[in-house]
């Protein structure tokens, strides 16, 4: 395997305007703080925005993936909640912002099967709600389900509490509920650590994410904050 340790702008070069992006983290845990400021000074805009949600900074415009919004570079967003954040749904109401709300264990499963070539499954959450709007459904043994797709994106950003310079990586508490699925379903995989260690520091049965799914690796201390 190569080092995968590049410089953050070169990392971010690979996000083109009008990507899809799927970011890691959960409940503003996890998420890779500094590719999204990097994202903002290279204004790379017209995204569509995969996440379980957008109340990362709640009110502070600078925290989690709140740059994206409050400079206007999402199109639309792809999410479980919004509730908490305030500019989602200001820009989803003037209508800037186009909105898909899944349930979070749906859009977690979404993922999973974009990272696994699975073409969709069946999942009776949502039947007879707003969800259910323009979806296949079907009925199995007398119960009603609804085709769900699956999710990739051009790019995939993850956040990791310790990796190796191959990518191998171990999360930090409930980050690693969506890190390693969004970590599977992108054509292009970045990874912000906060620490960096050598190939073989970090033991084979403690590897949450292996390399083999990273294709650039960003340093955080060497990030402007």
Do not use: W
Not at 91 to 102: I, K, M, Y
Request: hydrophobic share 40%; proline share 5%; with cysteine.
């Amino acid at each position: 395997m190569k080092n995968k340790v590049v410089n953050i702008e070169e990392a971010v070069k690979n996000i083109k305007h009008g990507d899809t992006v799927m970011f890691g983290g959960f409940g503003g845990f996890g998420t890779p703080n500094n590719i999204v400021l990097e994202m903002v000074r290279q204004n790379v805009g017209g995204l569509t925005v995969i996440t379980e949600d957008f109340s990362h900074g709640l009110r502070n415009f600078e925290m989690g993936l709140m740059p994206l919004l409050s400079h206007k570079l999402v199109k639309k967003a792809i999410l479980c909640f919004a509730g908490l954040q305030p500019l989602v749904t200001e820009q989803f109401f003037s209508g800037e912002l186009e909105v898909e709300l899944t349930p979070q264990g749906t859009l977690a499963e979404r993922i999973r099967a974009g990272g696994s070539g699975i073409g969709g499954f069946y999942t009776p959450v949502g039947v007879g709600t707003v969800v259910a709007e323009g979806k296949e459904t079907r009925e199995i043994d007398g119960k009603l389900y609804l085709l769900e797709k699956p999710l990739r994106a051009n790019v995939s950003v993850v956040k990791a509490y310790k990796a190796d310079t191959f990518g191998n990586a171990i999360f930090k508490y409930n980050s690693i509920s969506f890190n390693p699925l969004v970590a599977m379903a992108g054509d292009i995989v970045i990874m912000e650590t906060e620490h960096l260690v050598e190939p073989g520091e970090i033991p084979p049965d403690r590897v949450q994410l292996p390399g083999v799914f990273i294709d650039y690796v960003v340093l955080q201390e060497e990030v402007a904050p």
